[in-house]
Structure formats: C-alpha cells, structure tokens
C-alpha cells in the first residue's frame, strides 16, 4: 500500500468511499462529498491524500484543513477497515506528523473520528 496526495482524477473514487458520511442518500451523499472534495483540492491540495492497495485502487482517504484558528481533520476514510489496517496506518502516520506541531484547536468530523479510533 502507498499513501499519495489526492489528484481531481481520484476526486471519483473518493466521493463514491465517502458518500455515506456526507448524507443517508447515497446519491445526495455522492454529490455532496464530490463537491466538497473538489473544494478542498482547490484550497489545500497540499492536505488530500489517499492510499492505494497493491493494485492501485483507493481503499482510504485523508481530508485535513488547516487554518489560523483550528486544525480540521475533515475526511478520514478506509473501506473494509479489517483487510485494510495498513492503509488506517499510513493515515494515522501522516495525521501525526500534523497533529505534532499543531497549536491550535482540533475538530474532527464525527464520521472521521469514528474511523480514526477505530483499530486503536
């Protein structure tokens, strides 16, 4: 597995993992984390990552935001989380190196913490 940062050709893939964290509607949920995606490709490129299994396909996911204020873990996705505990420990890696010189406040989205605790 390898974690990369997110290109608009993965935006895709991504929104189709997460959908479900962004809406009970799996199509509202789709066009919802699509955009919000997309958004944050535009602002902080540099904070979208994903991971690819051996056959380059995204089993996971890392949204971070950033800011003067506050420090937003915004996505935070791994599908089947049990086959894939390396790609949950390549996130919680990059997510470290972060979270060791934030100094500001944290927040993370309810669905990203649920996943980021989970495995601990």
């Known amino acids: 597995m390898e974690i990369r940062n997110m290109k608009v050709d993965d935006v ?19 066009k919802k984390a699509r955009d919000h995606t997309l958004d944050h490709l535009k602002i902080v490129p540099q904070h979208c ?6 056959d380059k396909q995204i089993v996971a996911a890392m949204v971070l935001h950033p ?9 935070f996705h791994v599908k089947e989380i049990q086959r894939n ?18 100094k500001t406040e944290v927040l993370c989205c309810p669905y990203a913490l649920k ?6």
């Open 12 to 30: 895709e893939a991504v929104a189709r993992m997460v959908a479900l964290d962004h809406d009970n509607s799996l199509e509202k949920g789709y």
């Open 49 to 54: 990552y994903v991971v690819e299994n051996a």
């Open 67 to 75: 800011q003067k204020k506050v420090f937003e873990i915004e996505d």
């Open 85 to 102: 505990k390396k790609a949950l420990a390549l996130l919680k890696a990059k997510l470290l190196e972060y979270l060791d010189d934030v």
């Open 115 to 120: 996943r980021l605790t989970r495995g601990l």
